[in-house]
């Protein structure tokens, strides 16, 4: 199931930068939390940065100072990549979520998109 559009991925050697962009259904009009996951082979998957709809941000303790998630509508969401490593070689997925009664957390989800940083 693809809900969310990712773009942005692709090949950067390291120390470069790529930014991810991830559009939300046309039809949301409330900030709800968002965030990019990522996941490498062989790895789980992790949560990389999240930002909340009044804008608070939290990364992951690997990209901390390199990498920066924005939002500029209920709609649209960026991750900034800069200072890349090998080690973030992974698969990214743009994430929102709605707390739902009664059923708990319903997430959408992108499809995925690839960034490899390699030399």
């Known amino acids: 199931q693809v809900q969310l559009v990712e773009t942005g991925g692709g090949l950067v050697q390291p120390g470069g930068s790529l930014r991810l962009s991830c559009a939300a259904p046309?039809?949301?009009?409330?900030?709800?939390?968002m965030g990019w996951y990522r996941q490498a082979p062989g790895k789980q998957r992790e949560l990389v940065a999240e930002?909340?709809?009044?804008?608070?941000t939290n990364y992951a303790d690997s990209v901390k100072g390199r990498f920066t998630i924005s939002r500029e509508n209920a709609k649209n969401m960026h991750l900034q990549m800069n200072s890349l490593k090998p080690e973030d070689t992974a698969v990214y997925y743009c994430?929102?979520?709605?707390?739902?009664?009664?059923?708990?957390?319903?997430?959408?989800w992108g499809q995925g998109i690839q960034v490899t940083v390699s030399s």
């Open positions: 994430n929102m979520y709605r707390m739902m009664v009664p059923t708990g957390r319903r997430d959408y």
């Open positions: 046309g039809n949301i009009f409330t900030f709800y939390p």
């Open positions: 930002i909340t709809s009044g804008g608070i």
